[in-house]
């Protein structure tokens, strides 16, 4: 029987990539020069820091750590930014990566699907959705469905079988 997973997987080493072009990027720019900016990213917690002397500093960098994001093909989305901390000097921010698909996401998707007439059958499976059906047309329609939602991660299929 036909089947494919739901899932949205974070690329470690394009967010890797970003933050060091990121990194290299305030490094050369102008506006920054003598500025103290940095970006680190802990990939062990999955969350980029941001620190910078002022908040529209911070915001520059966030707009310039997403700029290198969709270059590589990460959407954007996978970014959870928290509240902007004062501490001495510097202001920082805490950015949260968000890697797999949580309960409540993955309950958001069979619920939609079932809502919206679709004949399938969906399982939540840890972090992903199985979808079967008996026709492939089927499921290449509810990928294109879930492709229209805007359900705040993105999704990735695999797991295609015949």
């Not at 008996?134 to 509810?142: H, N, S």
Request: overall charge neutral; glycine content about 4%.
């Amino acid at each position: 029987m036909p089947s494919f997973d739901v899932v949205s997987e974070l690329e470690a080493f394009e967010v890797n990539h970003a933050v060091q072009n990121t990194t290299k990027e305030i490094a050369t720019r102008f506006d920054f020069r003598g500025a103290d900016a940095k970006v680190e990213l802990n990939e062990k917690n999955k969350e980029i820091k941001i620190s910078a002397e002022a908040d529209f500093q911070v915001d520059q960098v966030r707009a310039m750590l997403e700029a290198h994001l969709i270059k590589r093909k990460v959407d954007p989305q996978v970014l959870d930014a928290q509240k902007l901390e004062p501490s001495g000097k510097h202001v920082n921010q805490v950015i949260k990566l968000k890697d797999g698909l949580d309960s409540d996401t993955a309950k958001k998707i069979v619920k939609l699907l079932k809502e919206n007439g679709f004949k399938v059958q969906a399982s939540i499976q840890g972090d992903k959705v199985r979808v079967t059906d008996k026709k492939r047309d089927a499921l290449q329609d509810v990928m294109a469905f879930l492709r229209q939602q805007s359900l705040g991660l993105p999704l990735q299929f695999n797991n295609f079988k015949d």
